[in-house]
């Protein structure tokens, strides 16, 4: 891939994002941001990562040139919303973009099922880090796991500055709405989650406890409701994904 036009992303992002860096290769954009005191408004971008982390402690697999993989700082100010609902604001935010796109809860996103983008935030009080990783260009054979997909792949192709530049705008739309409390990001979310009225086997910690149970809803803080029970965390499987 060519070298990206960092300017122009910025200049379109400037509103939101007003530090936005670019680098060709790293191991992971969450911990460089992490390492580095960066303000809320900073945006690392990566054509490359080598250490990638996602979600219980998986490696994430960043190839180069396939994904855009990039971290940004939020600010969480002195009194945060729900930190369940700032996990899913990015996650929207890709839904506003490609509108293909639906969501797992909390914050997988699916094209028909398999996943194009994993988010994972680290908490860094007073600022979150938050990190993804949107399947753009890749190769069949780079696909991590079967049940993952990406844009080229489902015959949606994209220019990867312009997308970025959309991608970073509507973050800035949905993180703001988080800071603001605005109730129309759980609204929309609910649109597109598609875990709603699925039975489901959630797993509490990877390989340990489950529980099974028909999704009743998304609640205000953005848990999942399993029979009317909250749960924050876990990794949700569908049973009759295609139901
Ligand atoms: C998941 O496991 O679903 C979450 C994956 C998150 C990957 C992104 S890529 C950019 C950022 N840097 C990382 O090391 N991880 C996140």
């Known amino acids: 891939m060519s070298v990206r036009n960092v300017q122009q992303i910025q200049d379109a992002v400037a509103e939101y994002w007003p530090d936005v860096r670019w680098v060709e290769s790293t191991g992971s954009t969450n ?23 996602g979600r219980l402690g998986r490696q994430w697999v960043t190839p180069k ?48 099922g398999k996943k194009i983008a994993g988010i994972l935030s680290a908490l860094d009080m007073p600022r979150v880090i938050v990190g993804i990783g949107i399947n753009v260009a890749m190769r069949t054979e780079d696909l991590p796991v079967e049940t993952a997909t990406a844009l080229n792949l489902e015959g949606i192709d994209v220019d990867f500055d312009d997308f970025t530049a959309d991608i970073l705008t509507a973050m800035g739309v949905r993180f703001r709405q988080w800071q603001e409390r605005d109730p129309q990001l759980l609204v929309d979310y609910r649109k597109v ?51």
Do not use: F
Request: charged fraction near 20%; charge should be negative; glycine fraction near 10%.
């Open 193 to 243: 989650c598609t875990t709603i009225g699925q039975e489901v086997r959630l797993e509490l910690r990877e390989g340990e406890e489950t529980v099974r149970g028909l999704v009743t809803g998304i609640n205000d803080e953005g848990e999942v409701l399993i029979d009317d029970t909250a749960y924050a965390v876990g990794d949700v499987h569908h049973l009759r994904p295609n139901q």
């Open 65 to 112: 040139g396939s994904q855009l993989a990039m971290s940004m700082v939020v600010d969480l100010g002195d009194t945060p919303p729900p930190l369940g609902l700032l996990s899913i604001a990015p996650s929207v935010a890709v839904t506003d973009v490609v509108p293909q796109a639906q969501l797992k809860w909390p914050n997988d996103v699916q094209i028909d």
């Open 31 to 53: 911990a460089d941001l992490l390492n580095d005191n960066a303000a809320p408004g900073t945006v690392l971008i990566a054509d490359e990562q080598t250490a990638g982390k």
